[in-house]
């Protein structure tokens, strides 16, 4: 399976689980590329990447046609359902955790989650209490994206 991986970036917590995401993804002989929202495409907001990531991934699945296509984080995966979805089929999204800080970034989460509906995969019992349509990722990704 040939999988995009799109992450905010790459020196937190998020960005060091996608890496463990896809060192298991590339054992079980998948093909990941991994991108960097801010380190490698140097859109280092949502409004930034509104168009940009998604004509970054535009181009890169016309040259590669992806499987799937993973994003880690409601900010990364907005551009892709808001406000038409696209890539729908292969669009898959992460959450790892539920949002803390203010009150739009909270709502832009749940807009994206309802949006994403089974497309959503959670990394805890209790993002997948809030958003009951999302997929609980256990410990194989490759289980989660048939």
């Given amino acids: 399976m040939k999988i995009l991986m799109l992450v905010r970036k790459k020196e937190d917590k998020v960005g060091e689980f996608a890496e463990m995401i896809k060192e298991g993804l590339l054992k079980s002989g ?4 991994i991108f960097f929202r801010e380190d490698d495409l140097n859109m280092l907001d949502l409004s930034s990447s509104m168009n940009g990531l998604k004509e970054f991934v535009r181009k890169k699945d016309e040259n590669k046609n992806y499987d799937k296509i993973i994003t880690f984080d409601w900010s990364i995966a907005f551009p892709f359902v808001f406000p038409i979805k696209i890539l729908k089929e292969k669009h898959f999204c992460f959450f790892y955790d539920l ?7 909270k709502v832009l989460q749940k807009i994206t989650a309802n949006m994403l509906g089974d497309h959503l995969i959670s990394r805890t019992y209790e993002i997948k209490e809030k958003f009951p349509k999302s997929k609980l990722f256990e410990k194989d990704m490759n289980d989660l994206l048939k």
Wanted: net charge negative; glycine share 18%; no cysteine.
């Fill in 30 to 33: 998948n093909y990941v590329d």
């Fill in 99 to 105: 949002e803390n800080s203010g009150g739009k970034s």
